[in-house]
């Protein structure tokens, strides 16, 4: 499967957090949810443990199946006994920021063709973890990538203004995802700048290929200021622990990369004060966030 499909979603905040369809904020909560899953294991991970799991479209949550990381809640024996090939059931549950799989049942064993060896290379990739987003009015913990020309910069050398936080990979095919994040952050920007305050951050999530040369000529087009505007890269791992405490996940399939879109907001002295999963925000929205954040 690839990002061609209309909505796929990662399953974060307030219930379904989706990178092509409605936005949720933190700020909405219903209780747990239950949802019957099924699927095909890709990845075992029994320490942690979570299972990669190439799942079926799930009635009343996601119209589209797609390939993901859920933390499990399962049996040891049986998480211990799991292998790639193996089709499972069990319930989704979403609580809040957090989700997991629980009730997990084997339904069938992997054919006697299909080995580890058939696992997607995307298993082994560098990803946030899920469920360790900050809340809304925590402190963003300090952290330093390297901008599109090149230079170190740390979240703490934007304190003293609001800053608006946004994730994107210059290769996105969609063009209701990431160009139009960067067309709608474009529209902020110049009314950051009639304004006179604020800061923006775009951080890739496909470090490996949005090197500071590629960022630096994907900016370029959009017309940003590196003064007011940065784009983030970094060491894979480096840049998956930053997006992680945003809350957002992302994950490598097939030559591209299935991610969430978020928007958040940092007041000036770097606290998270408003975060939007999905694409129904617009710039107006961050502005008036923005505009809260310095007062705040």
Request: aromatic letters at 6%.
């Amino acid at each position: 499967m690839t990002l061609r499909m209309r909505r796929f979603a990662l399953i974060l905040a307030a219930g379904l957090a989706v990178a092509c369809g409605r936005s949720e904020t933190r700020t909405a909560t219903a209780g747990p949810q239950r949802y019957a899953i099924h699927g095909v294991v890709r990845a075992i991970d029994a320490a942690k443990p979570e299972v990669t799991l190439d799942h079926e479209p799930i009635e009343g949550f996601m119209d589209t199946g797609m390939t993901m990381v859920f933390p499990i809640r399962a049996d040891a024996a049986l998480v211990a006994g799991l292998a790639a090939g193996d089709r499972i059931s069990g319930t989704l549950v979403v609580d809040g920021a957090k989700y997991w799989i629980e009730g997990v049942k084997r339904e069938a064993a992997a054919p006697a063709s299909d080995t580890p060896a058939s696992t997607p290379s995307a298993s082994n990739a560098v990803t946030p973890h899920p469920n360790r987003g900050i809340a809304v009015g925590d402190r963003m913990p300090d952290f330093t990538l390297t901008d599109q020309k090149g230079r170190p910069t740390r979240l703490s050398d934007l304190a003293g203004e609001p800053v608006a936080v946004t994730f994107i990979y210059t290769r996105c095919p969609i063009a209701t995802a990431c160009p139009l994040t960067t067309a709608k952050f474009s529209k902020l920007a110049a009314s950051l700048a009639a304004a006179g305050f604020g800061r923006l951050v775009t951080i890739t999530v496909d470090p490996e290929h949005d090197t500071p040369p590629v960022l630096d000529d994907y900016a370029k087009r959009a017309g940003a200021d590196p003064k007011r505007w940065k784009f983030l890269t970094g060491d894979p791992k480096a840049v998956a622990d930053v997006v992680e405490r945003f809350g957002v996940l992302y994950y490598p399939d097939k030559g591209q990369v299935v991610h969430q879109q978020g928007v958040a907001v940092l007041d000036a002295a770097g606290r998270l004060a408003n975060i939007y999963y999905g694409e129904d925000w617009e710039p107006e929205h961050i502005l008036r966030d923005m505009e809260k954040a310095r007062k705040g």
